[in-house]
């Protein structure tokens, strides 16, 4: 799949139009629906492929928040042979009560693969996660679809290497 099929598959599957209200708690007339394009496995195989173009000699393994980047490190994880740990938003209360799951030690280096950014945000919180309180070093944090509303900004701002597979305006998409 091109670039360009690849960009037109994704807006077909995922852009919808509309009142929405994003993650950061501003109002939008467009959604990208993560979940319409990340659960399509001829879209999920591509977009492996493209993040794997990211995986430098030096990540030890993958990283991926829940919900959304999950689907997204499984597939990059697959395609790459790299070793991934998931990410919770949230420390459950039981059973082992960590914020990660899979095997993660100290000193290693993760790539983070994420679905959308539009402030950074939760990429800012597990990258964050990763290298204060597990002394994991982040070599950079990958994203599907940039918005171009800052996210890129605020995650190079906080200390770390930001990359985007694509743009809102790659899709065409004008507010």
């Not at 492929?49 to 697959?78: M, Y």
């Not at 039981?94 to 539009?118: C, H, P, Q, S």
């Amino acid at each position: 799949m091109t670039d360009d099929e690849l960009k037109q598959r994704i807006a077909d599957a995922a852009l919808l139009h509309g009142d929405f209200t994003l993650r950061s708690g501003r109002k939008s007339k467009y959604y990208l629906d993560k979940y319409l394009f990340a659960t399509q496995p001829d879209i999920l195989a591509v977009l492996a492929g493209r993040f794997a173009e990211h995986v430098t000699p030096d990540v030890d393994r993958l990283a991926g928040p829940e919900l959304g980047g999950v689907p997204l490190v499984t597939a990059t994880a697959l395609h790459t042979g790299l070793p991934m740990v998931l990410i919770r938003n949230a420390k459950k209360d039981y059973g082992t009560a960590k914020r990660f799951e899979g095997v993660l030690n100290a000193g290693e280096t993760v790539m983070i693969t994420e679905d959308i950014a539009t402030t950074g945000g939760q990429s800012i919180e597990a990258a964050t996660l990763l290298r204060d309180e597990l002394n994991v070093r982040v070599a950079k944090i990958v994203v599907v679809i940039d918005r171009e509303e800052g996210a890129r900004e605020n995650i190079e701002q906080a200390g770390f290497a930001f990359a985007s597979l694509m743009t809102k305006s790659d899709l065409g998409i004008r507010e």
